[in-house]
């Protein structure tokens, strides 16, 4: 389906040749690190503290393979990883300037790391870690890299902002959310999460020019440019991405515009809420036109919250519709080596679905103040597999979070659930059941 507004893309592509003209450099590097000592030496004057926090998150997973999954050839069974999480976020504020700076550091040991790897192609479900291979900086490094165990650190928030009554303008790596979705968001291209995420405290952060300008009626315009490097270590617009969105509110709705160009796709979506029937209605559509073909995502969902025997509780149903997505079931490598677009966005971390089609429903339930409990359904409705995750947070303390999340997929050989097809004799790549505990203390 094509784009019903060939203005808009024209603008897309004007903005984002004038963007690049004044590609940043390494040179910029220098000037956000100039910026941030500038700022750093207001906190010898009272007046301008600097406010410091972070957390420490050591976790564990442990996961069975199957017996007939390949993995079995190349991991422990059950698969064990641990790691570290450690991130400090500095930030200060000046009038209407402010800078943030967030310092993460990384560990991680264990059979799904190490599986990752030695064999970097074996499938979706292998431990990832951030990296800048892409980004316009190089805020990243490896202290340690062995096949079981790497430990890195990175800057993944480093940005300078400044406020007044109707802009917000920021520049450098930084996080931005869009889109409509609960469980899945394909407006949401910039480092989403994966839908069955534990920790989504923090996205990811990326290089990028930020605006947002407020109007009278109380609606707003954002525009994003997200620098990118490619093959020849370039920052080119080929990679990169450029997207305006318009927000506009009413008493009851919201509704949501977006443009954009995104890689080598134009990209314009509508979505937007309501509430109806003492529920929340939210939905998107997005229309992707790569240039020899057009797709068609979209997402659909209903919420609702009530008090259920003394507890609060609420409810989430939502369908999914994912266009690159395959709908026959067969995710095998020559089918995924017959749809580039799908296995691109796998790979760029923007989708995390196989299937064409999806189905999800979550219920929590307030147990006590700090303890809640929720359940989820992730259902591929073309393949009929499924993923059951129960997932608990209870603050012990004020400062102090038990995470722990049970993962049951089910689903036949070559589903992908189930476990997809690896291509070598009756094996698949198949995950079975796997807890993941996570501690965190906030300071």
Partial sequence: MKRNSPNA???SCFLHRVILVCQPSVRWGAAF????????TLHFDKAYALDLRGHFKPQVTVANIPGDSLLQDFSDDPTRDTGLDMRLNLSTDVGGWSWHSDYQLIAVKGDQLELRQQNPNLGF??????????????????????DDRVITHRLDRFYLSHTSNKTVFKIGRQAVSWGNGLIYNPVDFFNPFDPAAIDTEYKTGDDMLYAQYLLDSGDDVQAVWVGRRDDEDDVSADVSSLAITYHRFSESSEFDLLVAEHY???IIALGGSVDFADAIWRSDIMLTDT?????TSAVLNWSYSWVAWGKNTSATLEYFHNAFGIDDGDYSPDALANNPELTARIRRGELFTLGENYLAA???VELEPLWVVTTSIFRNLDDDSMLLQIFSQHDLQQDLQLLLALNLPTGSDGSEFGGIDSGVGDQTLAVGTSLFAQLAWYF
Avoid: K, W, Y
């Fill in 264 to 266: 080598d796709a134009d």
């Fill in 125 to 146: 479900n292998a431990v990832t870690l951030a990296d800048d291979e892409q980004r316009v900086f190089d805020l990243s490094h490896r202290i340690s890299d062995q």
């Fill in 291 to 295: 240039g020899s073909e057009n797709f």
């Fill in 9 to 11: 893309g024209s603008a």
């Fill in 362 to 364: 979550a219920a929590t």
């Fill in 33 to 40: 690190t100039g910026m941030a000592l500038l700022i750093m």
